[in-house]
Structures are given as C-alpha cells and as structure tokens.
C-alpha cells in the first residue's frame, strides 16, 4: 500500500445485506446469549430441582429434567449459546450425569469474565488464567477424590447404589430411589464387566400400572410381534429351549410380490404355485430338523410357516427389530443365519426359560436364565407416557454413573460439596499469584460456587447464608461440607452418601472450561442473508462464518483490503462468493 499511495482498491467479498457484528459489544452479546441459556435450566438443578414441560410444533409434550433433553428441545439457534448445547450432549454421552452443571457452570464462567471484557483486560489473558485454574482444579478434585476398595464385593456393590440414589435425586423418581438403585445396579452388573457396553441394557416401556411394577428381567424381552393365524396354537412356555435366529423370510413370495407370470395352460401355472411351496416347505424342514423350539426372524414369518410351526409345536416370531434379535444372540448365543440350509447345533442358542408372558395391557416375548446372559432388559411401568420416557431418561443418567463408578472407582462428595473445596483451594492459590491472573484464578473460584447456591435457590433455601457457613466450614477444613437438601444448612454429605463419581465433576470442570474459553475467543460473527433466510429452519449453518483470534479459518473484515496483521484467509464459501462476484464484474465489463 505504501507504494501505490494513490490507490486505494476496494473489494467487495461478502454478499450484499451481510451483517457483521464485531469486537466487544459481540463478545458481550455472546455472553448474554449463553447466560439466557443456563438460566432457562437452572431451575432444574438439585433434589429440589423443577421439571419443564416442552411442547414441539407437533403437540408432543415432554416433561424433563435432563439438561441435555431440555437444551436439544429448545432448539437454539444463536451461533454462540449453542455451544453450551454442544458441551450438555458431550457431558450426556460421555458421563451421563451433571448435564444441567455442565451447563450452569460454564455461563457462570463467562459471567465471571464480563466485567474484565467490560474493562479491556485482553482476551488472552482471560483465557490463559482460565486454563491455569482449571488445570489447578483438576488437580486438587484427583487429590481430594476417595478411592473405593473394589475387593469387597458387598461395599462396592453400597457404591454403586448411593452412587445412582444420588443421580435420581434430582428425578421424578427420587420417592422411588431405593427400588430403582437397586434395579440399575443388578442391570449393570449383569453385562460383561469388561467392555460394559450399557446399550446391551434394553428399555422396553409399558403403559400402565405404577412405577414399583417395573421389572428387571436378566435376559432379553421384546413386545410380542405382529403374528398371523395359527399362532395361538403355538405353545407359549418352553424350558431349555433351542433358539434360531434368522434373517429369511418365511412368506409365500407371491403374497407380496408383483410379479408377472405368463402361462399358456392352467398346469404350467400349478407347477408355478409347486414350486413356491416347495421352496418353503424345505426352508420349514430344514428349520425344524434342527431341532429349535423357538424361531425367531427379523423378516416375516406368514401364515404357512406360522401353521406349519404350530403343527409341530414349535413357537415362532417374524419381524422382530434387529435391536432386539441382536440382543436375545447375545444372551442366548448361537448366530444369525442368513440361510435355512446347513444349520448346525454351534449355530442356534439357548435359554433355561423362555416364555410369552403379559405385562400390563401387551405381550413380551421373554428369555431368563440365558447361556451367555450378558444382557438385560428393563420392563418401565408408569401411568403417562411422558412420564414413563422421564423415568428412562432418568434411569439411563444413572446407569451411565453407575458405569462410570464400575470403571473409575473414585467418587467425591455432591451437594456442592466438591465446588467449595477447589473453590476455596483456587481462592488461597489465587492469593499467591501476582498480576492479573490472580483476579481470574478468585473469579473462577467464586463462579465454582454457581453450584451449591443454585441447589439453595432451588430448594427456597437463603444462598447467601448457605453459602457463607460453607464457606466457613471448608475454611476450616471440612473437607466434605455441602449443601443439606433436608434441613436448610450444611452437612457432610460424605456421611450422608450424597456421592458421586469424580469423572462427572472432571468432565463437567473442563467442558466447562473449555467452551467458555471457545466463547471468549469469538470476536466476530458474519452473518449473510441466506443465514437469515434459513434461521427457523436452520440447518444452513454453514453459511455462519465465525471470525475467531484463535482460529485458523478467519474471516477478512467486509469491504477492506488490508487487515492489520497483513494476513487474511478466506473461508471456501467467501471464496466462491468472491470468484461469482468476479465473474460478474468481468461479463459486466463485456457487454460494454
Ligand atoms: N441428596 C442430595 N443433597 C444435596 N445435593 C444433592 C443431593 N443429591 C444430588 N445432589 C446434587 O444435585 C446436583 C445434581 O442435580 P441434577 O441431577 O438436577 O443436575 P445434573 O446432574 O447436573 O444434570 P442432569 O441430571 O440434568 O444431567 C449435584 O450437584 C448433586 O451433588
Ligand atoms: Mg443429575
């Protein structure tokens, strides 16, 4: 530029009715947005904790306590606050639990570093001092964290059931705690200890009857499946049974087919018919020759098979989901054949009982006592639908923790009990630090605190006295001092078997950390009129070009050629939207 003072060239990259919002008041904004966020769930925190009732645009209602459900139906569409989406779903599929603190921790970071953003503190430095006092808080949580003996199998198996007593509640469930701890850890300790796969855990949901009615059944269930005649007079009980699983279609072809047969006489179109039926019945044969019970496929089984089978008093199920036929392999071995041809004994499974039984108002096909029962199912009872759905969410929150509390035995105390500690462990460190850092180390600490004063607040208890007799407590060293949810004051809520495992509070710290760090760093949104066009029915979000100090894909400022640091890079679509204006340009230039 220097060169060619006289020029001053101007292009023009973006689209015309691009808005771009930058600097300070955008960073400020973001903030906003992400505090409207959390305080929309906040509410849900703790024993004392409300549920919401969300309604879609189709009348569902779903009632929840889950912040990641909350947050995944509010469907938000601010660029920013959907990062807090983003860490509530990491949260929910990496731990489970603490979604809503995940969440309420994170904006009260960010509230925290408002003043500081207000007052020109660098961005970087905020950030830098954020990480150092999460790494420092990371630290002092491994440390504090109490290891469980896993060699006695009855004060481990105590564990794992204050652990899941202290996930429900905050539930819907939480007047049935006792009955529904118990259920999560049998479900749990019943899969392979190994790879503790929970989706081998099967949730099958019952209309109808009260909560307590709920089973566990150490095997696989599924509804009954749809039948056709001749099914009632398979027998419906079997002890040690033979089970073939199959993926073959045991239906007359030209039941469902369209096919078109030309003939020229009446018998040729007999010996057509022949040898459809031909072709089933030696599927049929070769099916019952093996010697199963029970046949199980995830395609049809018709009227003739399902005859044919209740002729010879074998009990059979067409159309079972691959979910559930995945499932009963599991726990009763043997594989699916994809062939009725060559089946062998290696190739089917078995069960000590297998019966169809009624629960409530639906049938279940039901395998106990399973060969390789690594598998169980959970059988929900409960008067609403909606509410039947809460009480899964709920339970998957807690099997989740128990999961974690199987593999990573450490646990700290809940009830903000945790928060107060590496709250007050960063506040004397922060003492210790000069400069700015030290003011970010304290507000970190005090935005810890978020915790136990929502659990106040939500239980109608005065956070300002809660909170500072904690702190007195922790000061004193009361290592265990938190929230008691029975009486308005402070407990040792390790005595009372308010636990939890570390990794849900870990997770929750550094996710927390992480996005509110990802949120500072955003200095710049660029927003074009296809974005706006798109907004109810998002998902143009490619089109959001966010400009970021940090990042490597940033976006040039609007009309200027030059931006400071000399380097500009274009992202691919501000690329192909500069050639197509290029383009323009140049066949303007033509037609003159
Ligand atoms: N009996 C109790 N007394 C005091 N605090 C408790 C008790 N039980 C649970 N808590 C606390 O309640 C908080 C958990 O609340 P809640 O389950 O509503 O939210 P979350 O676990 O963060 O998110 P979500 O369960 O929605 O994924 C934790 O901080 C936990 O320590
Ligand atoms: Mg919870």
Redesign the pocket.
């Known amino acids: 530029m220097s060169r060619l003072p006289n020029m001053q060239p101007t292009v023009v990259l973006l689209r015309e009715g691009t808005d771009s919002s930058q600097g300070t008041p955008q960073l400020l904004s973001n903030i906003s947005a992400c505090l409207a966020v959390a305080q929309t769930i906040a509410t ?4 004392r ?1 409300m549920d919401k009732l969300i309604v879609n645009e189709r009348g569902e209602a779903t009632i929840s ?4 459900t909350l947050l995944k139906l509010l469907d938000i569409v601010h660029p920013a606050a959907r990062t807090l989406v983003d860490i509530a779903r990491a949260q ?1 599929a990496e731990v489970g ?5 995940v969440t309420l921790l994170a904006a009260e970071i960010l509230k925290e570093m408002r003043p500081y953003i207000e007052e020109g503190v660098g961005v970087y430095t905020i950030i830098k001092g954020l990480r150092e006092g999460r790494n420092l808080a990371m630290k002092k949580l491994e440390e504090i964290s109490v290891q469980i003996d896993k060699s006695d199998p009855a004060k481990f198996r105590d564990l794992l059931l204050q652990c899941a007593c ?2 429900m ?2 539930k819907l469930i939480y007047s049935q705690k006792p009955f529904f701890s118990k259920m999560v850890v049998d479900a749990v300790l019943t899969l392979d200890q190994e790879d503790l796969d929970e989706s081998l855990i099967g949730v099958k949901k019952v209309p109808g009857g009260g909560m307590q009615d709920s089973l566990l059944i150490k095997g696989v269930a599924f509804k009954k499946t749809f039948s056709y005649a001749g099914f009632e007079q398979q027998p419906k009980s079997f002890t040690n049974p033979k089970v073939l699983c199959l993926n073959v279609e045991l239906e007359l072809k030209a039941e469902k087919d369209n096919a078109e047969v030309r003939v020229n006489e009446v018998s040729e179109y007999q010996a057509i018919v022949d040898a459809e039926w031909q072709i089933i019945y030696r599927k049929l044969e070769a099916i019952v020759d093996t010697g199963a019970k029970v046949v199980l496929s995830r395609l049809p089984i018709g009227d003739l098979a399902t005859q044919y089978f209740a002729d010879r008093d074998i009990f059979c199920a067409g159309r079972v989901s691959n979910d559930d036929l995945k499932r009963v392999v599991q726990a009763v071995g043997g594989s699916i054949q994809s062939t009725c041809s060559d089946i062998e004994d290696k190739h089917l499974g078995s069960c000590g009982k297998f019966e169809e039984r009624q629960v409530g108002g639906e049938r279940f096909n039901i395998f106990e006592d399973c060969a390789n029962a690594k598998t169980c199912t959970l059988l929900l009872r409960g008067g609403a639908e909606q509410f039947i759905a809460e009480v899964e969410r709920s339970l998957h ?1 807690a099997i989740m923790i128990v999961k974690r509390a199987i593999k990573n035995n450490r646990i700290v105390a ?3 009990a945790a928060e107060m500690e590496i709250s007050k462990y960063l506040r004397d460190h922060s003492r210790t630090i000069m400069g700015k850092q030290q003011l970010i180390i304290g507000s970190l600490a005090k935005a810890l605190e978020i ?1 136990p004063r929502q ?1 106040c607040d939500n239980a109608g208890f005065d956070a300002t006295d809660v909170l500072n007799k904690l702190r007195m407590q922790h000061a004193k060293g009361d290592l265990w001092a ?2 008691d ?1 029975e009486s308005e004051g402070v407990s040792d ?1 390790f005595e009372k078997f ?1 636990w ?1 495992p570390v990794l849900v509070k870990s997770n929750a710290l550094s996710s927390a950390v992480e996005a509110a760090t990802l949120i500072l760093s955003v200095d710049e949104t660029v927003r074009n009129p296809q974005s706006d066009q798109n907004e109810a029915g998002r998902p143009a979000r490619k089109n959001d070009v966010v400009h970021t100090r940090h990042s490597e894909h940033s976006v040039t400022p609007l009309t200027s050629a030059d931006s400071g640091d000399g380097i500009s890079v274009l992202s691919a679509y501000q690329i192909s939207e500069a050639k197509k204006i290029i383009r323009g340009v140049l066949s303007l230039a033509f037609v003159i």
């Open positions: 849900t925190l703790g024993p904790g306590n889950d912040g990641a929910d639990d603490g979604t809503t603190s202290t996930s509640s905050s929150d809940g009830g903000g915790i659990i938190g929230v949810i809520n308010v939890e």
